[in-house]
């Protein structure tokens, strides 16, 4: 299920303290995900694997955000989501979609996921980790 406005929660996950934000995706939300910049260390891009229709949108999107100052030391971890449904694009299909070979000022992964199954998750997770910990 999408998420219908914000939500916070605080993790502890691989020795790393994370104040996560989850950010609802629909268009009224999107203008107050500026408020949220702020002290960013990681992005974690969901995205739909099976909605090839809202990619170019998500491509736009992504991009304009990466263009914040407050983001400028952020790493990008794309969660290609839903792979575990007919359809899904691979990683591969969703990274040329997104044009994340065209991102050079952060440090980003692409990694397929399944939110239902938990597949691709913890490795995500371990990468963002790795990287905040790393800087």
Known sequence: MPTIGFNVESID??????????????????????????????IIFVVDSTA?????????????????????????????????????????????KLLLHTIKDHTWNIFNTSAITGSGLDAGMKWVANQIKSK
């Open 13 to 42: 996950y691989e020795n790393v303290h994370f104040k996560v934000w989850d950010l609802g995706g629909q268009s009224s939300l999107r203008p107050y995900w500026k408020c949220y910049y702020e002290k960013c260390s990681a």
């Open 52 to 96: 090839t229709d809202r990619l170019s949108v998500a491509k736009d999107e992504l991009h304009s955000m990466l263009k914040e100052q407050e983001l400028k030391d952020a790493v990008i971890a794309v969660f290609a989501n839903k792979q575990d449904m007919e359809g899904a694009l691979s990683s591969a299909q969703i990274s040329d």
